[in-house]
C-alpha cells in the first residue's frame, strides 16, 4: 500500500497521521462510561459560593492596607475618646491647685508625699496646664467633642443632601432645574462668615431662651453646647449639603431608568415609596462614603472656630480650644499646643484615608 503524502504547505488537506490520533483519541471505551469513584468526587471542582454586597464591598476594602491602618487609628482615637476618660481618675473641668504647670509624668509635691506614704497616685501623663487640670484628661474629651460634633453635622448632611438630592434626580425637567440652580447659588456663599453671623445674632436669643426656661428639657443640652456649636449644625443643615446632594442627584438619575423602577411605577408606586424603597438603597454606597469624608470637613470647621474663640464653651473644650490655649506658652510648654495638634492631624488624615478606601470598595464599578 502506497504510503500517504503529507499536503503540500498552504494545502487546507489535514496530516494523515494528525487524523489517526484524532481518531484514537476520539475513541470512547466502556470504562469511560462508569460512575465516577469518591475520589475523583472529591477532586471535582465544587460551585464557589456567592457573596453579597456588603461581603464583596468588605472584601474588598480589607485589601486596601492603607484603608485598613487608617480604621485602626479611628478605633483606637475612639477608645482613647470615649473609654479613656472611664478608666482615668481625673476628670476635664477638675482644677488641682497643687499641681500647677506640671511638665508630663510629673507629681506634684503633695502628690510626691502622698505616693511616700504609700498611697497610689495616677501621674500626669502629659501634665497640666495653668489651672492645674490634667492635659490627657482634657484631650480625651476634647477629642471625644470634636469626633461626636464632627459625626453629627455628617449625619445632619447625609439626611439633608440625600433627600433633596433624590428628589431633584426622580423628578428632572423644571424641577431639577430650579432644585440646582438653589444649589449653585449656595455653593457662592461663604460657609465660615454664616457660622460667624450666625453664631452672633443666636447668643442673645439663646440666653434668653435660657433665664426664660431654666426647667426646660432643651436647656442643659444648650447651655453645654453653647451658640457656635448651633450655629455649626445650623450651618450645615443650611450649606453643607450641597455635596453630598449631587452626589445623590447623580446616582438617581442613572438609577431611575432601570426596569424594576419603571415595574413599581406600572404597578402604581407613589413617588414616595420609589425613592425611598427602590432609589435610595442603591444609593447606600455613595451616601456611605461621602458621610465619611464629610466628617473631616466638620470636625475641622469646629477646631478652627474654637481655635478662634468661638466655638465650645468653657468648661468644655476641644481640640482647637485646647490649642488656642496652648498659644500662650508656645515657647514654654509646647507641648500643650503639639497633643492636641497631633491628635487632630492624625484624626482628619485617618478619615480622609479610609473614606477614600470605603468610597473605592462600595463603587462596583471597581471589582476585580
Given at each position: 500500500?502506497?504510503?500517504?503524502?503529507?499536503?503540500?504547505?498552504?494545502?487546507?488537506?489535514?496530516?494523515?497521521?494528525?487524523?489517526?490520533?484524532?481518531?484514537?483519541?476520539?475513541?470512547?471505551?466502556?470504562?469511560?462510561?462508569?460512575?465516577?469513584?469518591?475520589?475523583?468526587?472529591?477532586?471535582?471542582?465544587?460551585?464557589?459560593?456567592?457573596?453579597g454586597?456588603?461581603?464583596?464591598?468588605?472584601?474588598?476594602?480589607k485589601?486596601?492596607?492603607?484603608?485598613?491602618?487608617?480604621l485602626?487609628?479611628?478605633?483606637?482615637?475612639?477608645?482613647?475618646?470615649?473609654?479613656?476618660p472611664?478608666?482615668?481618675?481625673?476628670?476635664?473641668?477638675?482644677?488641682?491647685?497643687?499641681?500647677?504647670?506640671?511638665?508630663?509624668?510629673?507629681?506634684?509635691?503633695?502628690?510626691?508625699?502622698?505616693?511616700?506614704?504609700?498611697?497610689?497616685?495616677?501621674?500626669h501623663?502629659?501634665?497640666t496646664?495653668?489651672?492645674?487640670?490634667?492635659?490627657?484628661?482634657?484631650?480625651?474629651?476634647?477629642?471625644?467633642?470634636?469626633?461626636?460634633?464632627?459625626?453629627?453635622?455628617?449625619?445632619?448632611?447625609?439626611?439633608?443632601?440625600?433627600?433633596?438630592?433624590?428628589?431633584?434626580?426622580?423628578?428632572?425637567g423644571?424641577?431639577?432645574?430650579?432644585?440646582?440652580?438653589?444649589?449653585?447659588?449656595?455653593?457662592?456663599v461663604?460657609?465660615?462668615?454664616v457660622?460667624?453671623?450666625?453664631?452672633?445674632?443666636?447668643?442673645?436669643?439663646?440666653?434668653?431662651?435660657?433665664?426664660?426656661?431654666?426647667?426646660?428639657?432643651?436647656?442643659?443640652?444648650?447651655?453645654?453646647?453653647?451658640?457656635?456649636?448651633?450655629?455649626?449644625?445650623?450651618?450645615?443643615?443650611?450649606?453643607?449639603?450641597?455635596?453630598?446632594?449631587?452626589?445623590?442627584?447623580?446616582?438617581?438619575?442613572?438609577?431611575?431608568?432601570?426596569?424594576?423602577?419603571?415595574?413599581?411605577r406600572?404597578?402604581?408606586?407613589?413617588?414616595?415609596?420609589?425613592?425611598?424603597?427602590?432609589?435610595?438603597?442603591?444609593?447606600?454606597?455613595?451616601?456611605?462614603?461621602?458621610?465619611?469624608?464629610?466628617?473631616?470637613?466638620?470636625?475641622?470647621?469646629?477646631?478652627?472656630?474654637?481655635f478662634?474663640?468661638?466655638?465650645?464653651?468653657?468648661?468644655?473644650?476641644?481640640?482647637?480650644?485646647?490649642?488656642s490655649?496652648?498659644?500662650?506658652?508656645?515657647?514654654?510648654?509646647?507641648?500643650?499646643?503639639?497633643?492636641?495638634?497631633?491628635?487632630?492631624?492624625?484624626?482628619?488624615?485617618?478619615f480622609?484615608?479610609?473614606?477614600?478606601?470605603?468610597?473605592d470598595?462600595?463603587?462596583?464599578?471597581?471589582?476585580?
Open positions: 500500500m502506497a504510503e500517504l503524502k503529507k499536503p503540500p504547505m498552504g494545502s487546507l488537506q489535514m496530516d494523515s497521521d494528525k487524523v489517526d490520533q484524532l481518531i484514537e483519541i476520539a475513541t470512547l471505551s466502556p470504562a469511560d462510561f462508569a460512575p465516577s469513584t469518591e475520589e475523583e468526587k472529591e477532586h471535582f471542582i465544587q460551585p464557589q459560593k456567592s457573596i454586597y456588603w461581603q464583596d464591598a468588605w472584601r474588598r476594602l485589601k486596601n492596607r492603607v484603608s485598613m491602618v487608617a485602626g487609628i479611628l478605633i483606637l482615637i475612639m477608645l482613647f475618646a470615649f473609654v479613656g472611664m478608666v482615668l481618675p481625673y476628670k476635664y473641668d477638675q482644677q488641682i491647685r497643687t499641681s500647677l504647670n506640671l511638665a508630663p509624668m510629673q507629681y506634684s509635691e503633695a502628690e510626691q508625699t502622698a505616693r511616700a506614704a504609700g498611697e497610689s497616685v495616677f501621674p501623663i502629659f501634665g496646664d495653668t489651672h492645674g487640670r490634667d492635659i490627657l484628661a482634657r484631650t480625651m474629651m476634647g477629642t471625644r467633642v470634636s469626633m461626636s460634633i464632627g459625626v453629627m453635622a455628617a449625619l445632619l448632611v447625609l439626611v439633608i443632601g440625600s433627600i433633596y438630592g433624590s428628589i431633584s434626580g426622580y423628578f428632572g423644571m424641577v431639577d432645574n430650579i432644585m440646582m440652580r438653589i444649589v449653585e447659588v449656595i455653593y457662592s461663604p460657609e465660615v462668615l457660622v460667624l453671623l450666625l453664631s452672633i445674632s443666636l447668643r442673645p436669643w439663646l440666653e434668653n431662651f435660657l433665664n426664660t426656661n431654666t426647667n426646660s428639657a432643651f436647656a442643659q443640652p444648650i447651655r453645654v453646647l453653647g451658640s457656635s456649636i448651633i450655629a455649626i449644625f445650623i450651618s450645615f443643615a443650611l450649606l453643607y449639603w450641597v455635596t453630598m446632594a449631587r452626589i445623590i442627584r447623580g446616582q438617581v438619575l442613572q438609577l431611575k431608568e432601570q426596569e424594576y423602577v419603571t415595574a413599581a406600572a404597578l402604581g408606586a407613589s413617588s414616595g415609596r420609589i425613592i425611598k424603597k427602590h432609589l435610595l438603597p442603591n444609593c447606600i454606597g455613595s451616601m456611605i462614603a461621602a458621610t465619611c469624608l464629610q466628617i473631616p470637613s466638620a470636625i475641622f470647621l469646629e477646631s478652627f472656630l474654637s478662634l474663640g468661638v466655638g465650645v464653651q468653657a468648661p468644655l473644650t476641644s481640640l482647637g480650644s485646647m490649642c490655649d496652648a498659644l500662650g506658652g508656645m515657647y514654654t510648654y509646647t507641648y500643650r499646643l503639639i497633643i492636641p495638634a497631633i491628635i487632630l492631624g492624625i484624626m482628619l488624615l485617618s480622609n484615608l479610609f473614606g477614600d478606601g470605603l468610597r470598595a462600595l463603587d462596583p464599578r471597581l471589582k476585580k
